[in-house]
């Protein structure tokens, strides 16, 4: 299967006049068609910076794509005019944000909201965009008689499915969701969740899902990566990451997941706080926190050991815990 999405050693800094931020370090991605692709790590790991400049969308400035090449069926977007990156959002690439009340107008009607970003996308007249409006609705289990509601009358887990609705009115081939069940509650998480999971299948769409939240990844997609100070760090099939779990931050974030039956006192935290960004550390970005650190990772950056599951760690650790 072809790739659809390819990321190929992206660098992005956030410049101002006292710091540089480099918030994307070397990143490298493959999305093929149908793919679905959960992206974990924690604040400031460079998730959202990834997503952004996939859509096109980083603030620049200060932002500043200072390396690498996003390949989106073949053609590198990081060359678009503005006019091409408008269509791309218009047809190529969804995004559903964070922050749904930014998304959505308030003092507009929903249903018209989404009417006119039909007509606007895919030049039909009003009577055409409202019904295909009102049919995409209804998949997302919006009834019909919602279109004439604000936004504020809309719940969490109803205004998420408006939001997936209005990323699909343009028949995307690839969906960005950066971390879109965050605010919800467990129940309605799910249920937003398996919405994603069976329109992706439905729509052959590709899926990048941003989470801090393993098991959010795990019940929507195929295959994990792991970020941590703008790297992967760790990158797989589900299935192989979260049974053999190979770099000590995959690790550490698996046990840092409370369990029902486990006092919360005991729960591991990783020590140490995220990497500076501003002030990266020398060697491995990660060894201030690692406990399996030895003196090479201090200087030397790891490279990449594996083939389909790959870890970017000097040590197969786990290997060498399980010995
Ligand atoms: Fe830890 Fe060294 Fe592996 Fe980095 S390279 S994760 S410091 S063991």
């Avoid at 801090?212 to 990158?235: K, P, S, W």
């Avoid at 409370?258 to 550390?281: C, F, R, T, V, W």
């Amino acid at each position: 299967v072809e790739n659809i999405l390819e990321i190929k050693n992206l660098h992005v800094h956030y410049v101002t006049e006292d710091i540089v931020v480099k918030a994307v370090n070397g990143v490298n991605l493959e999305i093929k068609k149908g793919d679905s692709l959960g992206i974990v790590g924690e604040t400031g790991a460079g998730k959202t910076t990834t997503a952004l400049s996939i859509i096109q969308l980083i603030p620049d400035p200060p932002g500043i794509i200072v390396d690498g090449e996003i390949l989106y069926k073949g053609k590198n977007l990081i060359h678009n005019t503005e006019k091409e990156n408008k269509q791309l959002r218009g047809n190529g690439i969804s995004m559903i944000f964070q922050d749904s009340m930014t998304a959505l107008n308030p003092i507009m009607r929903v249903g018209e909201q989404l009417t006119e970003a039909v007509m606007t996308h895919k030049k039909v007249g009003k009577k055409e965009a409202k019904r295909q409006v009102i049919e995409l609705l209804e998949t997302v289990g919006v009834k019909a008689d919602r279109y004439s509601d604000y936004p504020h009358q809309f719940s969490g887990g109803m205004k998420q499915r408006v939001l997936i609705t209005m990323a699909l009115l343009c028949n995307p081939e690839l969906l960005i969701a950066d971390e879109p069940t965050t605010a919800l509650d467990v129940t309605i998480q799910a249920q937003v969740l398996e919405l994603m999971k069976q329109l992706r299948e439905q729509y052959s769409m590709s899926l990048i899902l941003i989470s801090h939240d393993l098991g959010v990844v795990a019940q929507t997609c195929n295959r994990v990566a792991i970020m941590y100070a703008g790297e992967i760090v760790e990158i797989g099939t589900v299935q192989e990451v979260y049974t053999n779990p190979k770099h000590p931050y995959t690790m550490g974030l698996f046990e840092s997941i409370p369990k029902l039956e486990e006092d919360k006192e005991l729960l591991y935290q990783i020590e140490g706080s995220m990497a500076n960004p501003a002030a990266l550390p020398t060697g491995c970005f990660f060894h201030p926190r690692c406990k399996y650190k030895e003196d090479i990772c201090e200087t030397i950056s790891p490279a990449w050991q594996g083939e389909a599951h790959l870890c970017k760690c000097h040590f197969q650790v786990r290997d060498e815990v399980k010995a």
